[in-house]
């Protein structure tokens, strides 16, 4: 290699090292006011299962915008760290919200960029943990408030991670997903462990020795303060690397509970509540999954974006009176998988020009005042998985109505006939079926004139993952099936993927979700 070469290489080493080496762990604030943990009270039984709105913020490159595997793998890593522990605290994912904003994309801890992110993306702070993953100069993360700075409703509580530091991120050292693992024990009252560093009170553990700030994973352990115990190089609340960390201390776990059992009672459960309109604009995409959603009576959902669910009851508050159901407007999508409308006199309206699935494993659940604008379109379908029963399968109308389609048998054979029959003499792709689905799924599309047709899959970045169709073919209909492979036979891993089709000036594409 030419000498010159070589040496800019090494030149860009070593900023890009020396640059993530002047970003700091965490820049959470020094907290105002001490809370002994003997102050407060345990719960001393149950386990606190705390729903996750993960919200990932990219820039108009799309840089930060992680993949939904990094996401899950997060995930995974805050249920082994805090299990591992023996903390009662269990995550689930609840909810992940996808937007583009520069600003907040690069927001500073304490910024107005990053109180107009919360106001306007945080879920049911009081009983679900928001977490944000954004780009951040100077910090791996932070909190956003202790727990007695705010009420439980209040839209600032939460952490801020950098997009970097989740599973398979690019910080090195970093990119294990413990940032997160930190940043969530201050959300549940952990000061770090070398909080006033060898001066009472300390951190307010019993069990964590006082000693002075530790970095990377010191050998041999030191002990920088006179108190009795060797520094916890290996303890999540300090400041070494993401291999060094292993451990929480019985005493932390106490406090955790002491400060929930205060400040965060509401904490945890699968519902999530509303108490406004939730409102998806047109450059932001929501995924819902394994809750319910719970509005105030007379809110609604109105769609202009993507508003994607998984396993989700959508209900009312119990009040007297309805909610006002979901609206999908011109240009919006989504998917309402194994989804169950409750109470609405509304149900869902799909304008002409939105794209929306409803399905459910055995059925379809709608009631009257379900309505479809002329020009929309709208699919439902039943699991493939029944082979007979009873179901409701709502099909295409062609009023501002529905039909409801009662069969004994075959049901989810009915429902694909059903689509096929639906589609137009134009150029057509259909909703892939099953979706969600393993280890197969079956596109079927039209065709109004013989054509050149291509059809692909790629991953949620954009990564072209195989071509399932390149040649020209009849008019008339067509299926092609995908069975979860690349172009090499390898199998893909779960996650979400999308579909595109061309033909002559057609071009549409959809996602779909491969679950394991």
């Avoid at 805090?82 to 995550?91: H, I, L, M, P």
């Avoid at 979706?435 to 013989?450: G, H, R, V």
């Avoid at 008339?476 to 172009?487: A, K, L, R, V």
């Amino acid at each position: 290699m030419n000498t010159k070469i070589l040496m800019f290489f090494i030149t860009i080493h070593a900023f890009i090292s020396f640059a993530y080496a002047e970003i700091q762990r965490c820049g959470t604030p020094t907290p105002n006011l001490t809370v002994p943990a003997n102050a407060l009270y345990k719960i001393t039984s149950g386990v606190v299962e705390i729903p996750v709105v993960v919200h990932v913020i990219y820039d108009s490159i799309k840089t930060g915008n992680i993949a939904d595997w990094q996401i899950q793998a997060q995930m995974d890593t805050l249920n082994t760290t805090y299990t591992r522990a023996g903390t009662r605290y269990r995550f689930f994912l609840a909810a992940v919200s996808r937007t583009e904003n520069d600003a907040w994309h690069n927001a500073n801890r304490g910024s107005q960029a990053e109180s107009n992110m919360t106001d306007s993306l945080a879920i049911d702070p009081k009983h679900a943990l928001n977490l944000y993953v954004i780009n951040t100069d100077t910090y791996l993360g932070w909190l956003i408030t202790w727990p007695w700075d705010a009420g439980e409703s209040s839209r600032q509580h939460g952490v801020v991670i950098h997009y970097g530091s989740v599973p398979g991120g690019h910080i090195t050292n970093f990119n294990w997903g413990y940032t997160a693992t930190h940043e969530v024990g201050h959300y549940l009252g952990l000061y770090h462990t070398f909080q006033g560093g060898c001066i009472l009170p300390g951190d307010e553990v019993d069990d964590t020795p006082y000693h002075e700030v530790n970095y990377e994973c010191p050998s041999p352990n030191p002990d920088t303060c006179p108190q009795t115990g060797v520094d916890p190089i290996h303890n999540y609340m300090n400041y070494t690397n993401d291999p060094c960390y292993s451990e929480f201390t019985t005493g932390q776990s106490v406090r955790m509970d002491a400060i929930v059992g205060q400040y965060k009672i509401s904490l945890g459960g699968d519902i999530l509540y509303f108490t406004s309109d939730f409102i998806v604009p047109a450059e932001r995409s929501w995924e819902f999954f394994n809750s319910t959603l719970k509005f105030k009576t007379d809110k609604r959902i109105e769609v202009y974006g993507i508003f994607d669910t998984y396993n989700i009851c959508i209900d009312h508050d119990g009040a007297s009176g309805t909610w006002y159901g979901i609206s999908f407007e011109t240009g919006s999508s989504g998917y309402l998988q194994c989804c169950e409308i409750k109470d609405s006199e509304n149900m869902a309206v799909i304008k002409s020009g939105a794209d929306v699935t409803f399905c459910d494993d055995n059925e379809i659940t709608l009631k009257p005042g379900f309505t479809v604008e002329l020009g929309g379109e709208f699919y439902a379908y039943v699991d493939a998985s029944l082979s007979s029963g009873t179901a409701q399968v709502a099909s295409y109308s062609n009023q501002n109505s529905y039909e409801i389609v009662e069969n004994d048998e075959n049901t989810s054979e009915d429902s694909a006939q059903t689509e096929q029959n639906n589609l137009q003499a134009n150029y057509s792709l259909s909703k892939n079926y099953p979706n969600p689905f393993n280890p197969t799924t079956t596109f079927k599309y039209a065709l109004k004139e013989e054509a050149k047709v291509t059809i692909k899959i790629y991953n949620i970045l954009g990564k072209e993952i195989i071509t399932l169709v390149n040649e020209t073919q009849p008019a008339g209909y067509q299926s092609i099936t995908w069975n979860g492979t690349d172009h090499s036979g390898n199998p893909v891993p779960s996650g979400t993927y999308i579909c595109q089709m061309k033909a002559g000036n057609f071009n549409k594409s959809q996602k779909m979700v491969l679950m394991k």
